[in-house]
């Protein structure tokens, strides 16, 4: 292969990497502190919606490095 299709190969699956970790810290999230984040959203806890949009823009970022590092 290539050295650009390595960079696009490292990409796709370190930025899949990053989306199934984050869904498997809101998953231990809601396993851990027995609340469910939809049904807490839907009621507007504005907690709930600070954590969450804290793993989001969390996973944000680890994509961003992945992109910009390995597509350089």
């Known amino acids: ?4 299709e390595l960079n696009f190969v490292y990409a ?3 930025s899949l990497l ?3 970790c ?3 810290a809101l998953f231990l999230c809601d396993l851990l502190f027995g609340f469910r984040i ?3 959203l839907r009621n507007g806890n504005q907690a709930v919606a600070m954590a969450t949009a804290g ?3 969390g996973f944000g970022l680890a994509f961003g490095l992945i992109i910009g590092l390995s597509l350089n």
Do not use: D, T, V
């Open 12 to 14: 796709a699956f370190g």
């Open 55 to 57: 793993a989001i823009i």
């Open 22 to 24: 984050m869904m498997i």
């Open 18 to 20: 990053g989306l199934l």
């Open 1 to 4: 292969m290539e050295i650009i």
């Open 38 to 40: 939809r049904r807490s």
